[in-house]
């Protein structure tokens, strides 16, 4: 019972899931058409190497259906992973599918859109009506409600098989764009990113702060001091000369000491002048004493 719970909140968490599947069911075909049709017709070899790839190739990690079914954790499969899991893609293929998908939902918190689970929801609605149509057929014993039986239980397999092909390459695209197959991503500028608890699946919306009342200053900075008035009242200092008293007496330099006694020196003023003339045919040389 405490299982059941469990796969049914699983269920539910998975509607929460952000991230979408690197390519959906209907471009499946034209991603990856050789897998495509190595699914169709191999599926449970192709099941068998997509979980043990899910897995890392780690199969000490494998629990039966990927621990989705009740059966899963009971069947030995600790003593012998390999050979439990090869029981399942060719017993229990579709759950051996659903099971792998489950598994890559679960770690990279993938989505299902809507056109998928049309797709799928499709394929299983074709199942119960060829099953019921079989079944009123064999009751009634009428001819055309056998023949129309047929018809859908033949159609109804067509779909199941491609598909669960087409899940399948879904499944190899998204191991391959985990595994940097596509090459690197180009560079771009991360979205914020927020923390947020283990048992939180949506991390709570961020709110941009208020902007702050008008006549607030804008980011808490503290307000201006008011102005006063120039100068301020204790200018000027105590103990400054006023009005006409300045310089005041004392200052300095002192009477009678400037400029020093025997200043300027004698002969200061003078200089002498040596002007040259050259000429291409006399060259005379004068000097002579300027008084400046």
Known sequence: MASSQ???????????????????????????????????????????MLRKRALYNDMSRYVCCAGYMPCSGRCGESRCPEFCLATEVFLCFGNSVASTRFLLQDEFNIQTTQCDNCIIGFMFCLQQVACIFSIVAAIVGSEELSEASQILSCLSDMVYCSVCACMQTQHKIEMDKRDGKFGPQPMAVPPMQQMSRIDQPIPPPVYAPQPPAYGQPYGGYPPAPPAQGYPPAAYPPAGYPQGSAYPPPGSYPPQGSYPPQGYPPQGYGKEQTCIV??????STELSMLVET
């Not at 909140?9 to 390519?23: F, G, I, T, V």
């Not at 169709?40 to 192709?46: A, D, E, K």
């Not at 003339?277 to 006399?282: K, Y």
Request: proline share 4%.
């Open 277 to 282: 003339f050259q000429d291409s045919e006399v």
């Open 6 to 48: 469990a796969n049914l909140d699983k269920m539910q968490l998975r509607q929460s899931y952000r991230n979408l599947w690197h390519s959906d069911l209907t471009s499946t075909i034209q991603a990856d058409f050789p897998y495509c049709c190595l699914a169709l017709w191999c599926g449970p070899c192709v099941s068998y």
